[in-house]
């Protein structure tokens, strides 16, 4: 049975600082990862999704890597804004089958402060 | 980008009343939806899965005749619960997909509170 695990649970940085989150699952058999923020009381915004046969993805400030062997996926924020203050959630998908849903991390709350 | 909107977004119920949650993709066909629960910071709980005109997959625990899922077109999917119980009482959570390739798009969720 495949496990999410993203620590730490909460992070506090200042405004500006380069931070990184991590994402680890124990079954590498994954068809891709996506990484998505949640604000308060809202929805989901996907912000990366990584196939199985990359090892990183770019969008703006953001940075995600994928080592599938190792189960291994960090988000690296670059110089980081009040803005980005929200849950960070990472999920996997299984390859195929039964194992096509979203199996979902427990979160990074994450804090920047001005 | 793709837009995932999903109604209501705040509904309080009596005991014993039933409540259904629309889940509509604005600009794109899903090929399947899913729909989560959240308990208070907590993860996702993934409840269901739809795909538009077959019949829902529900997760181990789920009670599929409490949680009525009807994925009517390719567009909109729908979840009532049941004769909802203050326990029933919680954020709803539905995403749409085009296929397993692309990123799975949410909506913003229902805060449903039952009396």
Excluded at chain 1, 39 to 68: H, M, V, Y
Excluded at chain 2, 39 to 57: D, H, R, V, W
Aim: a neutral charge; glycine letters at 8%; aromatic letters at 8%.
């Amino acid at each position: 049975k495949q496990e999410v695990t993203q620590i730490p649970a909460a992070l506090s940085v200042p405004e500006g600082e380069n931070l990184v989150l991590n994402c680890s699952f124990t079954d590498s058999a994954i068809y891709n990862l996506q990484w998505f923020r949640q604000d308060p009381g809202k929805g989901l915004t996907s912000l990366l999704l990584i196939q199985s046969s990359q090892r990183e993805q770019t969008s703006g400030r953001l940075n995600a890597s994928l080592d599938k062997s190792s189960g291994r996926s960090t988000l690296y924020i670059a110089a980081s804004q009040p803005g980005d203050s929200a849950t960070y959630l990472c999920a996997v998908r299984g390859d195929g089958g039964a194992t096509n849903k979203l199996i979902f991390g427990t979160g990074t709350l994450l804090a920047v402060q001005p | 980008g793709a837009v995932v909107s999903q109604h209501p977004s705040r509904v309080i119920c009596k005991s014993g009343t039933s409540v259904k949650i629309e889940c509509r993709s604005l600009d794109f066909q899903a090929t399947t939806m899913f729909w989560y629960r959240q308990f208070p910071k907590q993860s996702l709980m993934l409840m269901a899965t739809s795909n538009e005109g077959s019949k829902a997959t529900y997760e181990q625990g789920v009670e599929k005749d409490k949680f009525l899922i009807n994925h009517a077109s390719l567009t909109l999917s729908t979840l009532t619960v049941t004769s909802a119980h203050p326990e029933d009482s919680s954020f709803y959570i539905c995403s749409a997909e085009q296929g397993r390739d692309s990123p799975l798009h949410f909506g913003n969720g229902t805060r449903l509170t039952v009396t």
